[in-house]
């Protein structure tokens, strides 16, 4: 029996009432940017493809690239997530944790 290899890549505490777990593949244009914005609740993901600009408010913004995850804290505004390649798209999984109707994104204030 081959041995299973657990690398762990992210873990920061939730304190968030949640009820589910929604999971996305989401494909960005070469050059589209997300434009700030902000979760209800606290997404995770990983980028399969492509290398995006990551920018959380009061951070410094840091490139993510394939492998790399990502954590989007809830009510936190999200500056930058911008596909950096104006000729390639750019490919991530997001998690949403999710609480009764509350929508998945909304534009920043």
Known sequence: MTDIRRTQLLTHPVDAPLDRLEAYRVEFAPGQRGG???HPGPV???V???LIAFERD???AIEL???DVFFEP???TIRRFDNLSDRESATFIAFYLVNGDQPLIQPAP
């Open 36 to 38: 700030p914005h902000l």
């Open 65 to 67: 690239g394939p492998g």
């Open 44 to 46: 995770t993901g990983y």
């Open 58 to 60: 009061g951070h410094a």
């Open 48 to 50: 399969e493809r492509g």
């Open 74 to 76: 809830a009510g936190e």
